[in-house]
């Protein structure tokens, strides 16, 4: 059974930082690029950071570039994301991607990070 958990996230002040981190089973995670995503309340789920098999490569939307950080641990089968200089703006519920080229795509639950004073 494929089970991809993220735990981390929680309320933190603007300016402080949070790591996400999600822990995968049920498939070969080292073959999958993993991705971390973000849906506000009333806006479309976007893409925040990837990085493919291997971690030799990672891309981030231009409004966390410098703040995130993407990794992996393929012996752990988890997938982080170091959150720095957090503002109210990265408010929203943070989901773990998992997909492979060849067509498997798995999602998990979310995650609520809330930046606010």
């Known amino acids: 059974q494929v089970q991809l958990v993220e735990s981390g996230g929680g309320l933190v002040q603007p300016g402080g930082s949070l790591r996400l981190s999600c822990a995968a089973s049920?498939?070969?995670?080292?073959?999958?690029?993993m991705s971390w995503y973000r849906q506000a309340p009333g806006k479309q789920r976007e893409l925040v950071a990837s990085i493919i098999s291997g971690g030799g490569s990672t891309t981030y939307a231009d409004s966390v570039k410098g703040r995130f950080t993407i990794s992996r641990d393929d012996a752990k089968n988890t997938v982080y994301l170091q959150m720095n200089s957090l503002k109210p703006e990265d408010t929203a519920v943070y989901y773990c991607?998992?997909?492979?080229?060849?067509?498997?795509?798995?999602w998990g639950q979310g995650t609520q990070v809330t930046v606010s004073s």
């Open positions: 049920g498939f070969t995670f080292r073959r999958y690029s």
């Open positions: 991607n998992a997909v492979r080229i060849t067509g498997q795509n798995y």
